[in-house]
């Protein structure tokens, strides 16, 4: 039986991808979750696996490394699935601090106890062990409107606090795979959405808004793209990486599903008339007159899209959902988990919301 360590389990993807593992191995794995709980972490997204024996949650810092090293000492753990950090770009640009401590040191922790575990006396590794860093196609830096991919081989770029921190992250784990062969592989993914995101990200914060009655803010012209893929098939992509993906390899992950900002504005818009029925006293504050255009992003990226060849023909992953069948089923989530919105928007998210955007 495999012992996965994840980290960030509590947050958006790491949820998911907890879910999707359960579901798809049942009894057959272990998971520990370690997460500070930050504010974006929430244990409301693994209630369901409370009682699961096969499921642990440890409450810590990655960068405590006592913490992370007695994980280490008791249990045999076979993968590592790195997801914590600090993920919002708007909060990098307000207090990039954090995200260096998190980002950056943190990973190094992870990277060092993993080493310590895992390398034997000769300076190989324990069979089967492997480090899978989740990272991001942010680190490429932007793309012009009219063309190109970012491919594994694209130079970094990175323009946002965020985005050089995962950046610097990336680039310790590149060199502790050429240096000390740490077995690894890192994976850069697009942007994310689906059940369990915060809704300081553009989706959920859109169809909270919409829900509400209150202003739909659209920076700059609207008109950045992104290149949007649902949270389920992003993880099926780790796990495939976890067992399929060559040592020391970087996978792109993204399913060539490129829109403007204000495309999907307007697609939230449609697609919640369609399926709130007339009688939802909801409907009718959903209109595109809530569309408001404020003050761009500072550094704001202007087109990210990945091209995902060397994941399909490698290891044979490909996504599965559409986006017009994927921003149904987030919304359908978000309609049936009111509760959850409710309690994460409530205490701290109105103050960061009141000094973002008024
Ligand atoms: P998130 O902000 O929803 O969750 C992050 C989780 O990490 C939270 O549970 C938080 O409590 C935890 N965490 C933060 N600091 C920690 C620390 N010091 N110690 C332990 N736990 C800590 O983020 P997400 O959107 O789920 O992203 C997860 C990972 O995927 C990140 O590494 C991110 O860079 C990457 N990624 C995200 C996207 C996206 O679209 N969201 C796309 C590609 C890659
Ligand atoms: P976001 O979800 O923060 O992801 P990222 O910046 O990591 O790509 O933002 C997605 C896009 O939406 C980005 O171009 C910024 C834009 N955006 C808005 O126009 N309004 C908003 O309120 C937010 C949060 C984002």
């Known amino acids: 039986m495999k012992t996965y360590l994840v980290t960030g389990g509590a947050g958006f993807i790491g949820s998911n991808f907890i879910h999707y593992m359960f579901n798809k191995y049942g009894e057959n794995i272990r998971i520990i979750n370690v997460d500070k709980l930050t504010y974006a972490g929430n ?8 009682n699961n024996p096969n499921y642990s949650f440890v409450k810590a810092d990655i960068c405590d490394s006592d913490a992370i090293e007695k994980i280490f000492n008791e249990n045999d753990i076979d993968h590592v699935v790195h997801f914590a950090a600090e993920s919002h770009v708007d909060r990098s640009i307000r207090n990039p601090e954090v995200f260096v401590q998190t980002n950056v040191l943190g990973t190094l922790v992870m990277l060092n106890n993993a080493k310590a575990a895992w390398e034997l006396p000769d300076g190989s590794y324990k069979e089967g062990k492997k ?3 989740v990272s991001t196609d942010e680190v490429y830096g932007s793309l012009e409107e009219d063309g190109g991919y970012f491919y594994e081989t694209t130079p970094y770029a990175p323009h946002s606090p965020y985005s050089a921190s995962k950046a610097s992250s990336d680039m310790l784990v590149k060199a502790y795979m050429d240096t000390y062969k740490f077995p690894a592989n890192i994976t850069n993914c697009s942007n994310n959405y689906g059940p369990y995101q915060f809704p300081e990200k553009l989706i959920p914060l859109i169809i909270n808004n919409a829900l509400s009655g209150k202003k739909l803010p659209v920076y700059g012209d609207g008109k950045n793209v992104r290149d949007w893929l649902y949270v389920m098939d992003h993880a099926k992509a780790i796990d495939m990486v976890i067992e399929k993906g060559r040592l020391f390899e970087t996978y792109n992950v993204g399913g060539h599903n490129e829109k403007q900002n204000i495309e999907i504005i307007n697609i939230i818009l449609d697609t919640l008339c369609e399926m709130l029925p007339d009688s939802d006293p909801r409907k009718a504050h959903i209109n595109k007159d809530l569309i408001t255009y404020v003050e761009d992003r500072k550094g704001h990226d202007r087109r ?18 559409m986006f017009k069948d994927g921003i149904k089923l987030t919304i359908k989530w978000f309609f049936e988990n009111e509760e959850w919105m409710k309690n994460v928007t409530s205490g701290a998210y109105q103050d960061y919301y009141n000094s973002m955007y008024k």
């Not at 060849?309 to 992953?317: A, F, R, V, Y």
């Open 43 to 50: 244990l409301e997204n693994l209630k369901d696996l409370e």
């Open 131 to 133: 480090f899978l860093h």
């Open 304 to 321: 990210y899209a990945i091209a995902p060849d060397k994941i399909k023909s490698e290891i044979g992953w490909e996504p599965e959902t």
